[in-house]
């Protein structure tokens, strides 16, 4: 199959046959990949007035199980946001009524965010859509192709990391 990306490399080795371009038929598809999945899965998210960084932290929080409750530091580790992202999309999630932050009993100086009963509500609802999203966008591969695609971009996650 040819596309945009083979062109692109057709075009590198015809003016730089010197250079091995071959990296960037994986980097510009993972690239380009994660561009498309990120805007299926917001189109879900949009459907439950949510974007992907206020689902993450919902979803931490709901998977952690009762009380359904972390530390800021602890949520910005678990979910799939930045730190630097965490308070701004607190104080958001907060003002809808979706957690609540209070006083930490383990650190004087501490909070802990709570997921709310809306906010709970609200999450059970769009996670099942969010999975089957998430079904449809692997469907093409089988069981073990999926095992095996995980696999490998934790490889190429792993050596982006390293200096």
Same mark, same amino acid.
């Not at 607190?90 to 932050?101: H, P």
């Given at each position: 199959?040819?596309?945009?990306?083979?062109?692109?490399?057709?075009?590198?080795?015809?003016?730089?046959?010197?250079?091995?371009?071959?990296?960037?038929?994986?980097?510009?598809? =993972?690239?380009?990949? %994660?561009? !498309? /999945?990120? *805007?299926? &899965?917001?189109? #879900?998210?949009?459907? $439950?007035? =949510?974007?992907?960084? %206020?689902? !993450? /932290?919902? *979803?931490? &929080?709901?998977? #952690?199980?009762?009380? $359904?409750? =972390?530390?800021?530091?602890?949520?910005?580790?678990? *979910?799939?946001?930045?730190?630097?992202?965490?308070?701004?999309? =607190?104080?958001?999630?907060?003002?809808?009524?979706?957690?609540?932050?209070?006083?930490?009993?383990?650190?004087?100086?501490?909070?802990?965010?709570?997921?709310?009963?809306?906010?709970?509500?609200?999450?059970?609802?769009?996670?099942?859509?969010?999975?089957?999203?998430?079904?449809?966008?692997?469907?093409?591969?089988?069981?073990?192709?999926?095992?095996?695609?995980?696999?490998?971009?934790?490889?190429?996650?792993?050596?982006?990391?390293?200096?």
């Amino acid at each position: 199959m040819t596309g945009p990306l083979d062109r692109i490399l057709e075009q590198w080795h015809a003016e730089r046959p010197d250079l091995d371009a071959s990296p960037m038929a994986v980097i510009g598809r =993972l690239s380009r990949a %994660s561009v !498309d /999945v990120d *805007a299926r &899965l917001g189109a #879900t998210f949009a459907r $439950h007035g =949510l974007d992907s960084s %206020s689902f !993450d /932290v919902l *979803a931490t &929080l709901l998977r #952690t199980g009762h009380p $359904h409750q =972390l530390a800021p530091a602890d949520l910005a580790r678990d *979910a799939m946001i930045s730190t630097s992202a965490v308070a701004q999309r =607190l104080n958001k999630l907060e003002q809808r009524g979706l957690i609540e932050r209070g006083a930490n009993p383990h650190d004087g100086r501490g909070t802990l965010v709570t997921l709310t009963t809306a906010g709970r509500d609200l999450i059970e609802e769009a996670l099942p859509d969010h999975l089957l999203t998430e079904h449809a966008i692997v469907s093409e591969l089988s069981a073990a192709e999926q095992a095996q695609l995980a696999a490998l971009l934790q490889r190429v996650s792993d050596a982006a990391r390293r200096p």
